[in-house]
């Protein structure tokens, strides 16, 4: 049999995936993420959906994050590893597959740690779409880490956001973070404190890495109307936010069975009230009611952000070169003489 005959399986590598984002552009990737996360949110109902599957360790966790639509299944291995980075290494690194459902075959498979933060980053920005104050302009971005950039240029793209005013304990990493944004048309203000930071932003986004109960934000630093977008906490025994500012926050969250255990509210009773994204994305509940309020998305990144922004890059890739062919599935003539195969390539 040719080779060009097999089943292959497109492989979209790092490189590849870079090429892709310079090619199809950054704002218009990370707008296409959120618009394909909003329409599967849509379909809540038709999707599979399980918390994640996590095995955690002293140092970190490393978790499988599956759904389905009946149509199509996918996955995402992703570890979070806050210490990596004084080893050089990335805190959070990724792979996604997409498969058929009637044949199980694999259809996709793809590089997710570049994609990771594309997809959190789209996601942050749709649910703030819906639940900022209006004409919000200026965003504390919180943690300067790998997310940061991502995420301030989704809040660009998306949300009309105009400051970014950036804070993290490590000031080499607001410095590049302030670099990579230069350019950008966002008007960049590095901040020596947290308090500094939130002085006068509409948005504060969260994204420190710490395996431990963090306070990043007190309940004072938060006044009446801001919206909370906070991305680090998402792992039991790590979270971001002193529980005062979760007794005042409406909090609005992807899948309660995975965030109760994983976010913010892990700090709160098993039956605190919180609101489903997708209920607000289809209109039956409300986002932000009134000025005062105080919104908190309490981000932990659910599968089927995964699933929309893997069917994102398959649309995408189509008639390029933005990948590769794998050989990954064992294909005989007779579907029967696997053995006949092994002995045959002898
Ligand atoms: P990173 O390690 O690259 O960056 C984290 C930054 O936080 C570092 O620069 C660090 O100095 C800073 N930091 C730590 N403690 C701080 C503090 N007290 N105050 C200010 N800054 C502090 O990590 P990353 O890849 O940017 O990820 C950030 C967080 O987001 C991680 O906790 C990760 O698990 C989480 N994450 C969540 C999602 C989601 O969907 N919710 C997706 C991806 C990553």
Redesign the pocket.
Known sequence: MQPSEKALVPFVSVDNMMRLVHHVGLDTILVRIAEEIEKDFLRWDTFDKTPRVASHSDVGVIELMPTSDGEMYGFKYVN?H?K??ADGL???TAFGLLADVQTGYPVLLSEMTLL??LR?AA?SALAAKHLAPKGAKTMAM???????EFQCRAFQAICGIETVRL????RD?TSKCARNLAGSGLYVVPCRT?EDAITGADIITT????KQY?T?LTDNMVGAGVHINA?????PG?TELHKDILHRSEIFVEYPPQTRVEGEIQALADDHPVTELHDVFAGRTQGRTDDKQITLFD???FAI?DFSALRTVKSLIQDTNMYDDLDMLADPDDPRDLFGMLQRAK
């Open positions: 979070g806050p990596n980075t990335q805190t959070v990771t933060a959190t996601m919180i943690g300067n880490g790998a997310q940061s804070y993290d304990i490590d990493a947290g994204c420190t890495a710490d963090a990043i991305i680090g906490g998402d792992c790590k981000s932990v990144g952000e």
